[in-house]
């Protein structure tokens, strides 16, 4: 469990695809211990290997198919956040690492002191799940969403959160990672079930 809270950028090293699928990630982090999860723009993933800062993990064909995993190169940040402790506190929201779908970012503008990023849904169905103040992680980072429509919806991103996460390298037309709120899934099952 994570809270969105970006607690480093880290840098892609490698990304060694295998001709059956699935690849080997390296990125320059922090010291690690093989076994260890680490949500990697949002993504969870279990550390294979590390030599001091070099930490590497496998994704699955599954993972690389349902993330943006499969678009990161050498040289590409990524957001990184260690899991909860029990004793954390807890400053964004629930996060499982388990991502929903993914979005393009189809603007950016700057506006005041902050910056508005809309993302359009790959998958509209997760729509259901994004509501306006509602929160939601995008590449790992707990954000509270502003506008919703139909298969799109904004963001507003205080100048922290652009200077201490990957946002300030993304383009529009790139691809994130979106976890909707746990919570509304739950809720959705839960009513689903109380009417079979």
């Known amino acids: 469990m994570f809270t969105g809270l970006v607690e480093a950028v880290g ?27 680490l949500a990697i723009n949002g993504v969870c993933l279990t550390v294979q290997a590390c030599e001091g800062e070099t930490l590497s993990f496998e ?3 599954e993972t690389l198919r349902r993330t943006s995993l499969g678009d990161l190169q050498p040289g590409d940040l990524v957001n990184l956040e260690r899991p909860l402790n029990p004793t954390s506190r807890l400053g964004g929201h629930f996060v499982q690492g388990h991502v929903d779908t993914t ?35 995008v590449d790992g980072i707990s954000l509270t969403v502003v506008d919703v429509e139909n298969d799109r919806f904004s ?12 946002l300030h390298r993304r383009q529009v037309g790139q691809r994130v990672n979106i976890e909707t709120d746990i919570l509304a899934r739950y809720v959705e099952r839960l009513l689903q079930s109380r009417n079979d």
Request: charged residues 15%; proline residues 6%.
């Open 103 to 137: 979005a393009h970012l189809v603007s950016l503008r700057e506006q005041g002191n902050g910056r508005v990023l809309w993302f359009q849904l790959d998958d509209p169905a997760y729509m259901r799940y994004i509501v306006p103040k509602g929160s939601i992680a």
């Open 11 to 37: 840098e892609v090293l490698s990304v060694h695809s295998y001709e059956d699928g699935g690849a080997k990630i390296s990125l320059r982090a922090f010291p690690m211990t093989i076994g260890e999860s």
């Open 59 to 61: 994704a699955v064909p």
């Open 155 to 166: 963001v507003w991103i205080i100048p922290h959160t652009w200077q201490v996460t990957n």
